[in-house]
């Protein structure tokens, strides 16, 4: 029984860290008293230290405990025993290369598989996907290999950004890279704008949040996908 939030980002304008998602963590991590913390992403290349104590300051609200894996000597048992899991933002291929390096990846998929509750946002969320190949972060260092978690069947391109109208921009656009993605691959897409999440129980994915998202699929038009929508669609 899976139970995840995948969300686009940790910080939407005119908000505070994880702000925006708070009353829905509430619900998420109801009865949850101490939260595993995977920093790995490093965004900005902040310390692990410096990243765990703004998610633990987030999570005061919610009395909920954070602690980060780099403070455990077992990092896998760490994954084995936690209550609930965070994988926060940041550089998607050196959070994947950091998993991969620590034989972390498996351990991870058997417990968000079990139903321990998960948090992802941006590169988090990039690697409960099958691949992170439709990640915008710059590959600044090189996984042994693009593919990620599995846990959902479709890829995401968190901090969708739709095409700016009547711009004088000549480079590719987010659906033009997509588009590219598309001549070699075949995994459907979902762009998830700021301030959107998915919600996964079981079986069940629902795209929540204020705004649609855009699904992208291999030979067809993009189309858009209203909130509240069941995303089993994706599979048909």
Sequence with gaps: ????????????????????LLPELREHFKSIKSLLFIPYARPGGISHEAYTEAVA?????????????????DPEKAIEKAEAIFVGGGNTFVLLKALQQKKLIDPLRIVLDKGTPYLGT???SNIVAPNVKTTNDMPIVHPTSLDAL??????IN??????????????????????????????TVLGLREGSWISVKGEKML???????VVFRRNMNPFEIETDSDLGILLT
């Design 150 to 155: 599995n846990l959902i069947p479709f890829n």
């Design 122 to 124: 941006s590169a988090g």
């Design 158 to 187: 968190a901090h969708y950004l739709d095409p700016i109208k009547n711009s004088t921009h000549k480079g590719e656009t987010r659906p033009t890279r997509i588009k590219e993605f598309h001549v070699y691959n075949s995994e």
């Design 207 to 213: 795209l929540k949040g204020p705004f649609s998202a």
């Design 1 to 20: 029984m899976k139970n995840l939030i995948i969300a686009s980002t940790s910080t939407i304008y005119g908000s505070g860290f994880l702000e925006y």
């Design 57 to 73: 300051k987030s999570m005061q609200s919610l009395s909920i405990a954070v602690h980060g894996i780099h403070e455990f000597d």
